[in-house]
């Protein structure tokens, strides 16, 4: 089934139920039940997918429900973070992704959404804080449309390039974030440049 198609009905059935209550109540209840709606038919395709691939659906569910009650951040660090959410969406509901991939690609996620709030708290104008918000916001969901637009022949092919990247990023993220929490902020800021370094290729 259309992965679009679980969001549309739960838009709809959340606007039969808020045009079903007359008056002011109904329709200030009318954005959200589309909204909300929405959301539980995009809960419903994930779980459906993550069954086909022989996941947990909890833990679908769980992430879902963790990136919907994050609560609501700073301009700058809302961009980053929907520009995860929207790149972790798409590879959550792709057909056949490679697990471990998706595994890595959620990992680096993690550390984005970890590292990127301590950098702007912390070194707020610094370039390798603009870099970290440029990797969420830019870079990392360009990075898996990419990985998406491949066939699946082509996914198989670069698999191992597309999981050493992964680790590569991770790896600058963990000492960013080590940094961070060590107050040496000076060394955090010397990594500015990282992507171009990394990814000049």
């Known amino acids: 089934m259309n992965k679009f198609v679980f969001g549309i009905l739960g838009a709809l059935l959340g606007f039969a139920v808020a045009y079903a209550i007359p008056g002011p ?23 459906l997918l993550a069954q086909s691939r022989g996941e947990d659906p909890r833990e679908v569910v769980e992430e879902v429900v963790r990136q919907a009650t994050t609560p609501d951040p700073g301009i700058n660090e809302r961009a980053v973070r ?3 959410t929207k790149a972790n969406q798409a590879l959550r ?29 912390l070194s707020p104008s610094s370039e390798m804080t603009y870099d970290l918000e ?24 670069k698999r191992t390039d597309t999981l050493s990247q992964i ?15 060590n107050g040496m902020v000076q060394d955090f800021e010397t990594q500015h440049g990282f992507m171009e370094l990394k990814f000049a290729n």
Do not use: C, H, W
């Open 93 to 121: 509901l792709t057909p056949e992704i490679d697990t471990e991939v998706l595994s890595a690609f959620e990992g680096l996620f993690d550390l984005v959404l970890e590292v990127v709030p301590k950098a702007m708290e």
């Open 25 to 47: 109540a109904g329709s200030v209840l009318l954005l959200g039940g589309i909204i909300v709606g929405a959301i539980i038919g995009v809960i419903l395709a994930s779980v």
């Open 134 to 157: 440029k990797l969420g916001k830019e870079f990392l969901p360009k990075t898996v449309r990419t990985y998406l637009s491949l066939s699946p022949g082509d996914r198989v092919t």
């Open 167 to 181: 680790q590569s990023l991770s790896e600058t993220l963990t000492a960013a974030q080590s940094n961070l929490d």
């Open 82 to 84: 929907e520009g995860i």
